[in-house]
C-alpha cells in the first residue's frame, strides 16, 4: 500500500471502551473512499486520530511520506491535510469570507513583525487569498453569502462553507466528516460535483456519511467500521449484500 | 487641582492596564490572574534599579517593562504547552508566588513597600506633566492594540480565541500568538507600574493582590471584552467611582472590602445579563458573547 | 538535632493536617471529574461553610451538631445554587470556558469581601481557645484534634468510597462522568448528577473547614490563597478523573510541606506550595504516573483536558 495516508495498526482506547483496534486503512490519491457504520463505529474517532485531535495508543500514521503520529495537529495540516468537522465548527466571531480567509496555507499576515515590514507582499497575498475562496464559494453555491456572519448560516450551509474552507489550503488529503448532512436539496448535486472534481485534481478523499445512496454515489471504495473495527472493505452493493453487516449497522448493538 | 491631576494620573494608568488586559484576556481569550504581578514587577524592578544601580529613571522604566515582558515567558510558555486551562493555575501560582517573595523579602522593603524611589520629573508643576505623559502613553497603548488585532493577525487571534481545535487544524500554531499576546500585554503592564512607582515615589505588596485583579477584571468585562474602547470606559468609571465613594465618609475598613463587593458584583452581574460589556455590540465581540441563540448552536444541539 | 522523635512527629503532625487537605482535594477533584468544571467558586464555598460555622459556634454559641448541620446546611445552599443557577446557565448558553473561569474566580473574590465586610479583616477561629489535650504516645505528641480529624476523614472517605463504588447512584455518577450524553440516553439525570456530585463536595467542604478552624484561625482570604492552592495541585498529580489518587496526593503535598522545615524558613513555606504548581505542570501534567512515551515533552493539546477525557468516547 502506498497511500497518500496509511494507517497502520492503529490503536486507542479510553477506558475500556476501544475506538480504533488496530485499524489498518490507507486511502490514495485520487481515489474516494466512503467510510460507514453505526454510531459509536469509530469513524469520527478515526478522523480525529489521523488528523491530531486524540494520540493513538499503538499504531502509526504516515501522511505523504511522513510518520505524523507523534505530531502536534497544526504541523499534520501544514504536511497536507485538511478536514471538516460533524458540527461545521464555524468561527463565531467572523464572517464567512474571514473563515475562508483563515483556512489559506500560508499566512503571511498572520505575523507582527511581517505586518510591519513586508506590508506590500502581505497585501498582495491577501488580494490572491480573497479571489481563490471567491472562486471556491462560488463552487459551493454560496459567494453571495460572503460578508455574512458565518454562524447566522443555516446547519446545511455551513456544511457546504466547512467543505468550500477545507479546499483553501491544496492539501493533499481531505477528511470530510458528513459533509451531506443537512446540505438542501438543490445543493447535494453541487457538493457532489465539488467532492469528484478534488478527487479527479488528485487528492485522496475520505468520507464519513450515513446516507448510504450518497456514499453508492461518490466512492470508489467503502469500508464498514464497527466497534472500532474495520469489518469489510468493497462497493457498496456489496457490503449491503451482506445481512451480517447490515444487521450491525441497522439492528445491532451499541457498542458502548 | 493636586488632586484632580492625581486621579488623571491613576485614569492613565489604569487606562494602559486594562487595555493590556483585555489584549490577553478579551482578544486572546486567556485566563490570567496574573496580571496584577507584571504590573508589580514593573513598579519593583524599575524601583529598585534606579534605587540600588542609579540608573537613570526612564531608562529603569523601560528595563521593568522588558523585565516583565521576558518573566511572563516564565508563565506562558510552561501551561500553554499543555492546554488553556492551566494557565489560569500557573497564573494563580506567579501571582501569589511572586506576591509572597514581595511581601517577605527585605530587599523589597518587605510588607513595608518600597520606599523613596526617585522620581521621574520634579518642579513646580510635575504632576501636570506627568498627566501630559501618562497621556500620550496611554493613547499609544490604546493605538498599539488597536493595531495588533485589526487585518489579518487580528482575525487569526479571533479565530483562535473562538475554537482552538478548529484554528489549529488549519495549519496554524495557536500558541505562538497566545504567547505574543501574553509578552506585550504584561510588558504593558510593567510599563504602567514602573510609570506609577516614579511618579507617587511608594509602593507597596498590598496594591497588587487580588483587589487589583479583581478591579482589571471589572474594567475589562463591564467596559467590553475585545473592544478599543471598553477598556477605557471601564478605567474611567472605575477609577473615579471609588473617589465618590470616598466622599460618602466610611471607614477605611469598611471602604476596601465594600469596593471589592461592588467590583465583584458588577463582574458577576455583567457576565450574565451583558456579556458584551457595555462597549461590546451584540455580534462578533470577545470572549464572552453568549451565542446561544445562534442557529448552528442550535443545530448542534439537535443533531445529537 | 535530628531525632527518629523528631521525624516521627513530623511525620504525625504533616498526616493530621493532611486530613483537611485531603478532603477539599477529593472535593475539587469531584467536581471536575462529574461536573466537567475547574470549581475555583470552590474557595467562595469554604469561606461561606466557615463563616455559617463561625457564627453558629461563636456568635449562637449552638452545641456541636447542630452548629455543623447548620453550617451544612448553608453550604450545600450555595453549592447547589452555584451548579443550579451558574454552572447550568453557563452550560446551557454553550457559554465560553473563559466565562466559567471569571466567573468561579470572581465568585470566591466576592465571597471574600462579603466576609471582609460582614466579620472584619482579622483571622477568627471556631473555637474561642484551640488547646486540645495531647498524650504522650513514645515520644510523639498526639492532640485529641489529630485524632478527631483522623477519624473523620477516614470515615468519610470510606463511605464515599462505598457510595461511589457500591451503590447505584454512585455508578449513575461515573457514567456521567464519562459520558454524560449517552448516559443521558440510558435515563441517567446529568442534572441530578451534578447536583449530587456538588453536594457531596459540600459535606466534604464542611468537614474540612470544620477541622481547620479547630486548629487554626483563618483570614477570609486563606481558602483562595492557599487552601485551595493544594486541592489543585493533587488534582493535577492524581490525573484528572482520579478522585481518591487525589485525596492521597493531598496527603503527600501535605507531608511535604510539613517535611520542609526542616530545610526552609517557616515563612518560606507558603512558597513550596506556588513552586510545586510549576513542577507539576511542567513535570507532570498528565498525572504522576507518566504514559510509556517521552516524560517532560508533552504534545501541546488545545483542549480542555477535562472535555477531551468526555467526547473522546462520542464517536
Known amino acids: 500500500m502506498s497511500g497518500i495516508v496509511r494507517v497502520e495498526d492503529l490503536h486507542k482506547s479510553f477506558g475500556g471502551i476501544v475506538v480504533a483496534d488496530d485499524v489498518n486503512l490507507s486511502f490514495e490519491a485520487g481515489e474516494i473512499v466512503g467510510l460507514i457504520g453505526p454510531n459509536g463505529a469509530g469513524k469520527t474517532s478515526l478522523f480525529n486520530l489521523i488528523s491530531g485531535v486524540i494520540p493513538p495508543d499503538a499504531g502509526s500514521i504516515i501522511l505523504e511520506g511522513h510518520r505524523v503520529d507523534q505530531l502536534p495537529m497544526h504541523h499534520r495540516a501544514r504536511i497536507g491535510l485538511a478536514r471538516t468537522w460533524q458540527n461545521t465548527r464555524m468561527f463565531h466571531s467572523m464572517s464567512v469570507i474571514d473563515n475562508m480567509l483563515i483556512a489559506t496555507r500560508r499566512y503571511p499576515g498572520e505575523s507582527l513583525a511581517r505586518i510591519l515590514l513586508r506590508r506590500r507582499s502581505v497585501d498582495a497575498f491577501r488580494q490572491e487569498a480573497t479571489e481563490k475562496a471567491m472562486v471556491l464559494l462560488e463552487r459551493v453555491g454560496l459567494a453571495d453569502k460572503m460578508h455574512d456572519m458565518a454562524i447566522e448560516l443555516s446547519y446545511g450551509q455551513q456544511k457546504r462553507i466547512g467543505l468550500a474552507r477545507a479546499l483553501m489550503s491544496d492539501a493533499a488529503c481531505l477528511l470530510l466528516d458528513e459533509p451531506m448532512a443537512g446540505v438542501e436539496g438543490q445543493a447535494y448535486e453541487t457538493i457532489i460535483r465539488v467532492i469528484r472534481e478534488e478527487a479527479q485534481a488528485g487528492r485522496a478523499v475520505c468520507v464519513v456519511e450515513h446516507n448510504i445512496s450518497f456514499i453508492r454515489d461518490i466512492s470508489d471504495r467503502t469500508v464498514f467500521m464497527f466497534n472500532g473495527c474495520v469489518l469489510a472493505s468493497g462497493s457498496v452493493d456489496e457490503l449491503t449484500r451482506d445481512s451480517q453487516l447490515t444487521d450491525l449497522y441497522f439492528g445491532g448493538e451499541h457498542p458502548q | 487641582m493636586e488632586y484632580i491631576l492625581t486621579v488623571m494620573v491613576l485614569i492613565g494608568i489604569n487606562v494602559i492596564l486594562a487595555t493590556s488586559f483585555n489584549l490577553i484576556l478579551g482578544y486572546g481569550g486567556l485566563m490570567s490572574v496574573a496580571h496584577p504581578i507584571f504590573y508589580a514587577i514593573g513598579a519593583y524592578c524599575s524601583g529598585l534599579l534606579a534605587i540600588h544601580l542609579q540608573i537613570p529613571v526612564p531608562l529603569s522604566i523601560l528595563m521593568g517593562a522588558g523585565i516583565a515582558m521576558v518573566l511572563s515567558f516564565g508563565v506562558s510558555l510552561p501551561s500553554l504547552r499543555v492546554s488553556g486551562d492551566y494557565l489560569v493555575i500557573a497564573s494563580i501560582g506567579f501571582q501569589l508566588g511572586i506576591l509572597h517573595v514581595i511581601n517577605n523579602l527585605e530587599f523589597t522593603g518587605a510588607a513595608g513597600g518600597l520606599t523613596n524611589i526617585p522620581v521621574l520629573n520634579e518642579g513646580p508643576s510635575r504632576s501636570l506633566v506627568f498627566v501630559l505623559l501618562i497621556a500620550v502613553v496611554a493613547a499609544c497603548a490604546v493605538l498599539l492594540v488597536g493595531w495588533i488585532v485589526e487585518g489579518d493577525y487580528g482575525r487569526a487571534i479571533t479565530a483562535m480565541r473562538n475554537d482552538e481545535e478548529a484554528f489549529s487544524a488549519l495549519g496554524r500554531n495557536a500558541m505562538n500568538i497566545k504567547i505574543v499576546l501574553f509578552a506585550i500585554g504584561s510588558g504593558m503592564a510593567g510599563l504602567a507600574g514602573a510609570l506609577y512607582a516614579h511618579y507617587f515615589a511608594y509602593v507597596t505588596p498590598e496594591q497588587f493582590g487580588i483587589f487589583t485583579s479583581a478591579a482589571l477584571l471589572t474594567m475589562v468585562v463591564v467596559g467590553g471584552a475585545a473592544t478599543t474602547w471598553g477598556p477605557l470606559v471601564g478605567a474611567v468609571l472605575l477609577t473615579t467611582l471609588p473617589q465618590a465613594i470616598t466622599f460618602l465618609g466610611l471607614p477605611v475598613s469598611i471602604m476596601a472590602p465594600l469596593q471589592g463587593v461592588i467590583y465583584t458584583t458588577l463582574v458577576i452581574f455583567f457576565l450574565f445579563a451583558r456579556p458584551q460589556g457595555l462597549m461590546g455590540g451584540t455580534r462578533g465581540g470577545g470572549g464572552l458573547e453568549a451565542w446561544s441563540a445562534s442557529a448552528a448552536f442550535r443545530a448542534r444541539r439537535d443533531a445529537e | ?315
Not at chain 3, 86 to 113: C, G, K, P, Q, W
Not at chain 3, 129 to 143: K, Q
Open chain 3, 1 to 315: 538535632m535530628l531525632t527518629w522523635g523528631i521525624l516521627g512527629q513530623l511525620l504525625w503532625t504533616g498526616f493530621a493536617a493532611a486530613t483537611y487537605y485531603c478532603l477539599f482535594a477529593v472535593a475539587f477533584s469531584l467536581v471536575l471529574k462529574v461536573n466537567k468544571i475547574w470549581n475555583f467558586a470552590q474557595a467562595g464555598v469554604m469561606v461561606f461553610a466557615y463563616y455559617s460555622l463561625l457564627v453558629a459556634f461563636r456568635h449562637w454559641g449552638l452545641p456541636l451538631v447542630p452548629a455543623l448541620v447548620f453550617g451544612l446546611l448553608i453550604t450545600l445552599a450555595v453549592s447547589l445554587a452555584l451548579e443550579r443557577y451558574a454552572f447550568m446557565v453557563f452550560r446551557d448558553r454553550n457559554s465560553s470556558i473563559l466565562t466559567l473561569f471569571i466567573f468561579t474566580i470572581v465568585f470566591s473574590e466576592f465571597s471574600v469581601y462579603l466576609t471582609e465586610l460582614a466579620f472584619g479583616t482579622e483571622p477568627q477561629t471556631l473555637y474561642p481557645s484551640l488547646l486540645w489535650p495531647v498524650d504522650l504516645y513514645g515520644g510523639i505528641a498526639i492532640s485529641h484534634w489529630d485524632l478527631v480529624a483522623l477519624t473523620v476523614t477516614a470515615v468519610l472517605m470510606l463511605i464515599l468510597y462505598l457510595f461511589i463504588n457500591r451503590t447505584r447512584y454512585g455508578q449513575y455518577l461515573i457514567a456521567v462522568a464519562d459520558n454524560e450524553n449517552l448516559a443521558e440516553i440510558y435515563g441517567i439525570s446529568r442534572k441530578r448528577a451534578y447536583g449530587v456530585s456538588i453536594s457531596i463536595a459540600a459535606v466534604l467542604i464542611t468537614a474540612g473547614m470544620y477541622l481547620f478552624g479547630t486548629k487554626a484561625a483563618l483570614f477570609p482570604s486563606t481558602p483562595l490563597q492557599h487552601l485551595l492552592i493544594f486541592a489543585v495541585i493533587a488534582t493535577i498529580l492524581a490525573g484528572i478523573g482520579n478522585v481518591f489518587r487525589a485525596g492521597i496526593a493531598a496527603i503527600a503535598l501535605s507531608l511535604i510541606q510539613a517535611f520542609s522545615i526542616l530545610v526552609i524558613a517557616s515563612k518560606w513555606q507558603a512558597l513550596l506550595a506556588y513552586i510545586l504548581i510549576f513542577v507539576v505542570i511542567i513535570f507532570f501534567p498528565r498525572g504522576f504516573a507518566l504514559p510509556r512515551k517521552l516524560s517532560g515533552l508533552v504534545r501541546p493539546s488545545g483542549r480542555s483536558a477535562a472535555v477531551a477525557v468526555a467526547d473522546a468516547t462520542r464517536d
